[in-house]
């Protein structure tokens, strides 16, 4: 790995000191909001000693995008003209991407910057790329947009500007305000699945949303400061549904339209398995922990009480039944709470399922007890004792498994990347 700053700081143009810098009008001939330096709590890069720091931080998550990242700078470059900005590539890419990016970046007064991650590194997909760039700005304004054109980068002076006219914390260009347009989405099905989701997520944070037309988005402008990573779990491609939701309060937001073009080259990196993930996440976002674990204990009943029957009517003792229906529930709950309760957790499955299982199986101490009282004290059926004992267990094995499982197993959050922006040598 080697560190390569591509391009060069700004000069400061007029040697004015950054603390005395002064909210002016557009620049005429740009049409530019020159925007004031807020204070931030990072340090800048050391690139940007004796400079002025950058005023907005454009964050470009790619993967595989070698043949959009030329004219991609070219057009940031001519959109931020008359600001002091920088541009951090974090690249998931396994092609030329990084290269492309050096070669396209190196004849720019615009510094650009490449973090990359390796496979095995990619922690949070897509999400976790814009979560890392967000880490390593030097503005006080992060703009995220996508590596494949088919974000205008022309729109990012209107967001700064509507930014720091409306003291916004989040601004939002959106595909469904006036002067926006989702035209560029392939196909009507895609189009359908963008409107579903928005209506989707919507219902799911009626408060939290409200006023929000496009949450789906991935082109936005959000305040540096108004973001804890400590709080985001990104996975996946819907990082501004993750920021929204697990804000510590509420942000003040703003929308711009703007028309989504179609993709300039490449393909998409949208799939069925990036449906999923954020078809988890949002389940995840809006019901509580212990709500998704009963809920999941709730489907492993199915399995056990299936089984327990199903082994006695063959001749097997309830008891028997029992113990033997219960290790198939417990391999279902497992699965269940790898998916849906702690998921994304560091270290293997194989090393979780053991202490799992025996705190499953340790639960029998409580249930078997109490299904024979029920069965052969009170003579309740079987399949409505097994049920009831289940409910008993239940609040037990979580707080159990919670507490001494899981929190041993820290869910796996975006590593802080140095200030050092990486990128691979170009041999490797």
């Not at 490449?114 to 976790?128: I, K, S, T």
């Not at 697990?246 to 703007?258: I, S």
Request: charged share 20%; proline share 8%.
């Amino acid at each position: 790995m080697t560190s390569i700053p591509v391009g060069n700081p700004p000069d400061d143009l007029d040697g004015t000191p950054t603390d005395d810098l002064r909210r002016t009008r557009p620049d005429d001939a740009t049409g530019l909001l020159r925007l004031p330096l807020l204070p931030h709590p990072r340090t800048p890069p050391e690139e940007y000693r004796g400079h002025l720091a950058p005023e907005v931080s454009v964050v470009v998550p790619t993967r595989n995008e070698q043949h959009n990242v030329e004219p991609l700078l070219r057009r940031l470059e001519r959109a931020l003209r008359g600001q002091t900005g920088e541009v951090i590539f974090v690249d998931d890419s396994d092609d030329g991407t990084p290269d492309a990016i050096a070669r396209a970046g190196s004849a720019l007064a615009l510094p650009v910057r490449v973090h990359h991650r390796p496979a095995g590194a990619r922690h949070g997909g897509l999400g976790g790329a814009v979560s890392e760039g967000i880490a390593l700005c030097a503005a006080p304004y992060a703009v995220v947009i996508d590596g494949d054109l088919q974000h205008p980068p022309e729109t990012i002076p209107t967001l700064l500007a509507t930014a720091v006219r409306d003291d916004a914390d989040l601004v939002i260009a959106s595909r469904y305000v006036t002067g926006g347009s989702a035209s560029g989405l392939s196909g009507t099905t895609r189009q359908l699945v963008s409107s579903s989701s928005n209506l989707l997520c919507r219902l799911a944070f009626p408060r939290r949303l409200r006023g929000v037309s496009d949450v789906m988005s991935g082109f936005f402008l959000v305040r540096v400061a108004a973001v804890d990573r400590r709080g985001l779990r990104p996975d996946g491609y819907k990082i501004l549904l993750e920021l929204l939701a697990t804000a510590a309060g509420p942000l003040r937001v703003r929308e711009v339209g703007y028309v989504f073009a179609a993709r300039h080259a490449g393909d998409s990196n949208v799939s069925v398995g990036e449906g999923v993930r954020f078809a988890r996440r949002l389940f995840a976002l809006r019901v509580p922990r212990a709500a998704r674990f009963a809920l999941v204990g709730a489907s492993g009943t199915v399995p056990n009480l299936l089984g327990t029957a199903a082994l006695h009517r063959l001749g097997l003792h309830y008891l028997a039944a029992a113990i033997i229906a219960t290790q198939i529930a417990i391999a279902w709950n497992f699965a269940g709470c790898e998916l849906l309760v702690w998921d994304r957790q560091n270290g293997s499955r194989l090393r979780r399922y053991p202490p799992f299982a025996m705190v499953n199986n340790l639960d029998l101490v409580i249930r078997l007890p109490l299904l024979a009282l029920l069965v052969g004290r009170w003579g309740l059926g079987v399949g409505v004792a097994t049920l009831l004992s289940l409910a008993v267990a239940v609040l037990v094995r979580y707080l159990v498994v919670d507490r001494l499982i899981y929190r041993h197993h820290p869910p796996a959050t975006v590593p802080e990347p140095a200030l050092a922006l990486e990128a691979p040598d170009a041999a490797g």
